[in-house]
């Protein structure tokens, strides 16, 4: 029996979400269902915008309460690991570890799994794909930095085409157009590796594993990168019934 328990807080938004859930439930195959962990999924996609919150100031107490609260509720559940299931709301992990101290030991950063997986593979530099937030506030570079990687990130005249790749993925409208400029996008990087910087980006890589234009790229993913790290931390959790 695994009786290791899992918190996801996500819904930013739902379908990388479900995605994300998905792809945990795959790590851990097991003849019965008691051999996987338990997942408390919160897909509170009620919470005001993360990016809007950096970029304007606008509503950014709510935002940190909604996260603090959503963040409290997996401490009473039990929980054992939380993931914040979206990369912009990183930028306000500090604020939500403040207001709930008991949750330091127990947030899986997802940026900092992803650069540590890179470094192990002694990568020094990649590209990066993400939100005008997580591009904005430098946190991949704040972190990266700690492991000696260095960050590539898009011009200022590519976040409207950023926003458009995963506005698509949001309003769950990937056409083959979305697809064919994604695939382009990847490949215009000078990088070897290309990050994919926000929870919705790796759903539409798939479209273009699907549609059979793979960018000539290594793809590196954090959320992924967070599922290996819980795999890991799975085993000692796994009892004799």
């Given at each position: 029996?695994?009786?290791?328990?899992?918190?996801?807080?996500?819904?930013?938004?739902?379908?990388?979400?479900?995605?994300?859930?998905?792809?945990?439930?795959?790590?851990?195959?097991?003849?019965?269902?008691?051999?996987?962990?338990?997942?408390?999924?919160?897909?509170y996609?009620?919470?005001?915008?993360?990016?809007?919150?950096?970029?304007?100031?606008?509503?950014?107490?709510?935002?940190v309460?909604?996260?603090?609260?959503?963040?409290?509720?997996?401490?009473?559940?039990?929980?054992?690991?939380?993931?914040?299931?979206?990369?912009?709301?990183?930028?306000?992990?500090?604020?939500?570890?403040?207001?709930?101290?008991?949750?330091?030991?127990?947030?899986?950063?997802?940026?900092?799994?992803?650069?540590?997986?890179?470094?192990?593979?002694?990568?020094?530099?990649?590209?990066?794909?993400?939100?005008?937030?997580?591009?904005?506030?430098?946190?991949y570079?704040?972190?990266?930095?700690?492991?000696?990687?260095?960050?590539?990130?898009?011009?200022?005249?590519?976040?409207?085409?950023?926003?458009?790749?995963?506005?698509?993925?949001?309003?769950?409208?990937?056409?083959?157009?979305?697809?064919?400029?994604?695939?382009?996008?990847?490949?215009?990087f000078?990088?070897?590796?290309?990050?994919?910087?926000?929870?919705?980006?790796?759903?539409?890589?798939?479209?273009c594993?699907?549609?059979?234009?793979?960018?000539?790229?290594?793809?590196?993913?954090?959320?992924?990168?967070?599922?290996?790290?819980?795999?890991?931390?799975?085993?000692?959790?796994?009892?004799n019934?």
């Amino acid at each position: 029996m695994n009786n290791m328990v899992i918190g996801i807080i996500g819904g930013m938004g739902s379908y990388a979400t479900v995605n994300f859930f998905k792809r945990l439930v795959d790590a851990f195959p097991g003849e019965k269902e008691w051999d996987r962990p338990r997942i408390i999924l919160d897909n509170y996609c009620t919470m005001p915008s993360r990016v809007r919150a950096i970029l304007y100031n606008e509503n950014r107490n709510e935002l940190v309460k909604d996260l603090s609260t959503a963040t409290e509720h997996m401490i009473q559940c039990g929980v054992d690991y939380i993931v914040l299931a979206c990369n912009t709301s990183h930028v306000f992990l500090p604020d939500i570890i403040s207001n709930v101290p008991d949750s330091e030991t127990k947030f899986i950063n997802i940026i900092d799994s992803c650069a540590k997986e890179l470094h192990e593979k002694k990568i020094a530099r990649c590209g990066l794909i993400a939100t005008e937030g997580t591009l904005d506030t430098c946190i991949y570079q704040s972190v990266f930095d700690g492991y000696s990687i260095a960050i590539d990130a898009p011009t200022k005249e590519q976040y409207g085409e950023i926003r458009y790749f995963i506005e698509s993925v949001k309003q769950n409208k990937i056409s083959e157009e979305v697809i064919d400029a994604f695939a382009k996008f990847i490949e215009s990087f000078q990088n070897n590796y290309v990050i994919l910087g926000c929870t919705e980006l790796p759903i539409l890589y798939q479209a273009c594993v699907e549609r059979g234009c793979i960018p000539n790229k290594k793809i590196c993913d954090p959320l992924q990168s967070t599922i290996k790290q819980l795999v890991s931390c799975s085993n000692k959790f796994i009892v004799n019934q």
